[in-house]
């Protein structure tokens, strides 16, 4: 009887942002290690090798923008 009384102290809010720490974020880092590992891949002999190293670093930084942005945004509609 008495454990009917007890409430969890955890909201859908908290609930979803711990979700998305344990789910999404690891998505993000096994992306970043496939857009890092492109660089392995490509052949040294290509003459656009240049561009393609900075589209590279271009896409990991977006991808790491947008991971904490996302993080951003998930703690602070938690907060409001």
């Given at each position: 009887?008495?454990?009917?009384?007890?409430?969890?102290?955890?909201?859908?809010?908290?609930?979803?942002?711990?979700?998305?720490?344990?789910?999404?974020?690891?998505?993000?880092?096994?992306?970043?290690?496939?857009?890092?590992?492109?660089?392995?891949i490509k052949p040294k002999?290509?003459?656009?090798?240049?561009?393609?190293?900075?589209?590279?670093?271009?896409?990991?930084?977006?991808?790491?923008?947008?991971?904490?942005i996302g993080s951003k945004?998930?703690?602070q509609k938690s907060s409001?």
């Amino acid at each position: 009887k008495k454990m009917d009384k007890i409430m969890c102290p955890r909201t859908i809010e908290s609930i979803s942002e711990e979700l998305y720490k344990r789910s999404i974020i690891p998505l993000y880092i096994f992306l970043l290690a496939l857009v890092s590992a492109s660089l392995l891949i490509k052949p040294k002999s290509n003459k656009y090798l240049k561009y393609y190293k900075s589209f590279v670093f271009f896409v990991g930084f977006l991808t790491i923008i947008i991971s904490q942005i996302g993080s951003k945004f998930i703690t602070q509609k938690s907060s409001i």
